[in-house]
């Protein structure tokens, strides 16, 4: 997304994963609602309550509970099912016309009916205001959207895209009511007119409240009688201490490594469970192909001969992540380990050096490696001082760390003021194609300066036009050891994903999926 820029979202972990379900669906808008409201803290911000702009991974938790998309993802799942849609599918065998029928009977949740003409505004509107913070990036393929009667949507695409139907399962395909929304502007009155399971009674500083939508037919069936958002603005100390007090039910995303290791070792005597999940999200290096230092090949190779992720995420983030080595992380379907195969898991000074000196380098390489305080998470800055020390070790390298606020690090970046910066990634949709072509394709989001076109005019269109998304497997290889060779990212680590809960909390293992869709139906408490 414009970077869904923020931190740690991994394919199902084992032992989970055969414990996860597709939840049951209920087309009469019989949700089975009835149980206590729930309590969750969060320590990133829900940044927007408009569609149009929203793209970031607390404003998507929003969309996912208050508004549908024709398609989502099941629990565990990562093939996109009906929802608003009874049934969608491609019309043609290019995959450039995709049509949509709307189930029977839906409505908004302050009564005002769904129809055709709700998906097709959704979609024009969003593409017309073209909001930077929002998710019209996804959707350059799209030509337009016809409306033929009140239950078909027929989405005409410029190109072939196999992925579309993913992208529209996503909070990106979130459908709003056309009364209630302006088409060259944004909502700015912090309210939401949805279909989805949940109305948003009241959206503040401090909290969010959602109760159930009476209204709602769909596949969700509720298990509470509502959700109360706690918001700790980054404080992950006042997170901990209020689920530790009973203040929330749950917590979810910004408890520190060392909180969740600590409660973990305490857990029993506190009445709080952990429940580990499945994640994509991931982190990299970020290499500007222009800069005077990082831009020469044996620098990149060098740093990349001498990263150790086991020590990192080890003392850094206390194995709540896993070392990455590719930029499609593991349980996405076309993920290989193309840096373990040409770098090795263990650090090696003499590779390292012949890379360096193969560049004609031959002195210490001086180099800043910029950072961001807790945008990509809370630990950055200490894992960027980390790897600063292994680089110095190696005697190769004088490395040093910058850490800047995040609106100044944006700007500096787009300015090519960095050599070297990290930048997170939480998926769209689980497919390969969400990790490659936002990264390596036209306009990269990265803004590292990379081009390949071996990558942009063959790979990434010819993997997105194929419908047997197994028959990628492939070209996305092929792609990630291009990106290896040359090192314009270096992958770092790919997240677990956690809730940490008070013990009569149920139901959390099935919103905790590489989807990254937070299933507030789910969540129950005893």
């Known amino acids: 997304m414009n970077l869904r820029n923020q931190w740690p979202v991994l394919p199902i972990v084992a032992g989970l994963a055969s414990g996860l379900l597709t939840g049951c669906g209920s087309e009469n808008g019989d949700s089975g609602a009835g149980g206590s409201t729930v309590v969750m803290g969060m320590s990133d911000d829900v940044l927007a309550t408009d569609p149009a702009s929203g793209y970031d991974p607390g404003s998507w938790l929003l969309f996912n509970n208050v508004f549908q998309s024709l398609l989502s993802f099941p629990s565990g799942g990562t093939e996109p099912q009906p929802?608003?849609?009874?049934?969608?599918?491609?019309?043609?065998?290019?995959?450039?016309?995709?049509?949509?029928?709307?189930?029977?009977?839906?409505?908004?949740?302050?009564g005002d009916s769904l129809t055709s003409k709700d998906v097709k505004f959704s979609f024009d509107r969003m593409l017309k205001i073209n909001d930077p913070a929002g998710p019209a990036i996804m959707f350059p393929m799209l030509d337009s959207v016809d409306t033929p009667d009140e239950k078909t949507v027929v989405f005409n695409l410029k190109v072939p895209d196999a992925t579309f139907p993913s992208k529209i399962a996503s909070g990106a395909g979130s459908i709003v009511d056309h009364r209630q929304y302006d088409e060259?502007?944004?909502r700015k009155d912090g309210d939401a007119a949805g279909s989805g399971p949940y109305v948003l009674d009241s959206f503040g500083d401090d909290n969010a409240v959602f109760s159930v939508n009476p209204n709602y037919r769909g596949t969700a069936e509720v298990q509470n009688s509502g959700v109360t958002l706690k918001f700790f603005?980054?404080?992950?100390?006042?997170?901990?201490?209020?689920?530790?007090?009973g203040d929330v039910d749950f917590a979810y995303r910004g408890l520190k490594a060392g909180d969740i290791a600590d409660i973990e070792k305490d857990s029993g005597d506190e009445g709080i469970d952990i429940v580990e999940g499945t994640s994509a999200e991931v982190q990299h290096l970020v290499f500007n192909m222009n800069d005077p230092v990082a831009g020469k090949a044996g620098v990149r190779k060098a740093i990349a001969y001498l990263l150790d992720r086991e020590a990192l995420v080890n003392e850094v983030y206390e194995d709540t992540a896993t070392p990455l080595y590719s930029i499609i992380p593991a349980g996405i379907a076309g993920h290989n380990t193309a840096f373990f195969d040409t770098y090795g898991a263990r650090p090696s000074t003499s590779k390292a050096q012949a890379a360096l000196q193969d560049d004609g380098i031959t002195g210490k390489v001086k180099l800043t490696l910029w950072s961001t305080p807790s945008r990509y998470g809370p630990a950055t800055d200490d894992e960027f001082k980390a790897i600063a020390k292994q680089l110095n070790a190696s005697g190769l390298f004088e490395a040093t760390v910058q850490s800047v606020p995040f609106a100044q690090y944006e700007k500096d970046i787009e300015a090519g003021k960095y050599g070297v910066y990290v930048k997170g990634?939480?998926?769209?949709?689980?497919d390969a194609d969400n990790f490659t072509a936002p990264f390596f394709g036209q306009g990269n989001v990265l803004g590292n300066n990379f081009t390949n076109s071996t990558i942009t005019d063959t790979l990434i269109p010819g993997t997105a036009a194929e419908s047997d998304r197994a028959a990628t497997d492939a070209d996305f290889g092929e792609l990630q050891d291009i990106v290896a060779q040359e090192i314009p990212v270096l992958p770092v680590w790919q997240a677990k994903q956690y809730a940490v809960a008070r013990e009569n909390v149920y139901g959390l293992e099935y919103c905790l999926d590489a989807s990254t869709v937070f299933r507030f139906w789910e969540i129950k408490k005893g």
């Open 425 to 430: 990634w939480v998926p769209d949709y689980p």
């Open 184 to 186: 060259d502007g944004l």
């Open 233 to 245: 603005h980054g404080d992950q100390t006042n997170l901990k201490n209020a689920l530790l007090d």
């Open 83 to 110: 929802e608003a849609a009874k049934a969608c599918a491609f019309s043609d065998a290019e995959t450039k016309v995709y049509k949509c029928t709307l189930r029977d009977g839906l409505k908004f949740s302050n």
